[in-house]
Each structure stands twice: as structure tokens, then as C-alpha cells.
């Protein structure tokens, strides 16, 4: 599976950050070797690379739809919206 541009930039980013993270707990003299097995295994598994990439697309769409379903009834049922008649016979929406 080919990834777009968008793809490999997050792709790009998590495993940069992955490997500052997995870094900043190893000593000076341990960097050098740890950076050497990281991309090693990183080239050896690229999918790795991938499926974090979806799983990042898959906890921002999560994210963006929780924050819709909590938005969604104060976008709907605003309290300073005029309501005339509920029971009139015709709709006039203004915008």
C-alpha cells in the first residue's frame, strides 16, 4: 500500500518522535548504537511506520467526531433562538 504525502509526513513525524522518546532515556554513549538498531529495525518494518500512522488518523477522526456529537445539540437546540408557534403552519428560518 502506497502512502500519500499527508501519509508519509505523519509517518515521518511519528517515527522521528518515537525514536526522541526511545533516545532521550539512553545515556551519550548508548545514542549512537541505539539510533543505529532503530533505523535498522525501522527499514526491516516499515509497516510499523504505517500502522501508526493509521492509528493517528484513526484517534483524530474518533476525536473530531466526539467533539461533533458534543456540539451538535448546542448547534441545534441554541436557547436564544426565536421559536414562535411550534404548532404553526409555516417555517421561516432566517440566517
Known sequence: MLLTAPQTMIARI???????LLVAGCGRQEDKAFE??????LLAHPEV?????????QKQAAASASVLKNA????????RDFVAN???AITVVQF
Open 49 to 57: 511506520i504505517q500502522e501508526a500512522a493509521i492509528k493517528l488518523r
Open 72 to 79: 451538535q445539540a448546542r448547534l441545534e437546540r441554541d436557547p
Open 36 to 41: 543505529k538498531d532503530m533505523r535498522e529495525y
Open 86 to 88: 411550534p404548532n404553526g
Open 14 to 20: 511519528v517515527a522521528g518522535l518515537a525514536c526522541l
